[in-house]
């Protein structure tokens, strides 16, 4: 597509329940990126996929997230057993190559626990 | 990992002044963007500059790596130019961008 994609722009969920969300990146690109933004402060890294590879999860603030790609386009990010500490945004970009060029997001898809 | 601190925090201006809004890191760079996020939470790329000089309209930046900073230069600013302006930046084999706190820009009528 022409931009990055994400769904559902918006999720509330009770304490507990498990989400999906989804990023389907601009077609051809490699790299895909999703971060985490707490109101107020600047995105934080979550995890790094090169094609269907996920090459770095560091970012994962706890088990209870998981992230895949499995067949390098579209990815989905899963958060079992939602705490209200995890509404946030959460971002989703990616990037033609695996190195040194532009990443472009998407338009976020917004969390919120009760 | 690397460290990214942007200044000033906060900004507010009126309309038609100039500005400069400055990203220091800790490493050197081989990926640096700097974004707008914009009142609905969209990020937009504004300037890809590992290193040099840009210009696009009203927007321009410079990094000198070598020292370590980034500059955006925003002339004659008008209310559009409100919202949260980030730089991100990468270093060594990782190209995994770290973002700062960002600069929130208010801009008066």
């Known amino acids: 597509g022409a931009g990055v994609s994400q769904s559902p722009r918006y999720k509330v969920a009770k304490r507990g329940q498990d989400v999906a969300l989804r990023c389907d990146p601009i077609?051809?690109?490699?790299?895909l990126f999703w971060y985490q933004q707490a109101l107020g402060q600047g995105p934080e890294f979550l995890t790094y996929?090169?094609?269907?590879?996920?090459?770095?999860k560091s970012g994962l603030p706890s088990d209870r997230f998981f992230a895949e790609r499995p067949e390098g386009s579209v990815s989905t990010l899963k958060i079992q057993r939602t705490q209200q500490e995890d509404s946030a945004v959460y971002l989703c970009?990616?990037?033609?190559?695996?190195?040194?060029?532009?990443?472009?997001f998407g338009a976020g898809s917004r969390l919120t626990v009760l | 990992g690397i460290q990214v601190e942007q200044s000033p925090p906060d900004l507010i201006l009126q309309e038609g002044a100039n500005s400069t809004l400055r990203c220091n890191f800790s490493?050197?760079?081989?990926?640096l963007q700097w974004f707008h996020q914009n009142p609905w939470g969209q990020l937009i790329n504004l300037f890809y500059?590992?290193?040099g000089t840009k210009q696009n309209g009203r927007l321009s930046a410079t990094t000198v790596a070598t020292e370590r900073y980034s500059l955006l230069y925003i002339s004659s600013s008008q209310t559009t130019d409100s919202g949260v302006y980030f730089c991100?930046?990468?270093?060594?084999?990782?190209?995994?961008?770290?973002f700062g706190r960002g600069t929130s820009l208010i801009v008066h009528p």
């Open positions: 077609s051809g690109h490699v790299s």
């Open positions: 490493d050197s760079v081989n990926n």
């Open positions: 996929f090169q094609n269907e590879a996920q090459l770095d």
């Open positions: 970009a990616s990037r033609r190559g695996t190195g040194a060029n532009v990443l472009t």
């Open positions: 500059i590992p290193s």
């Open positions: 991100a930046v990468a270093s060594g084999g990782s190209y995994i961008p770290t």
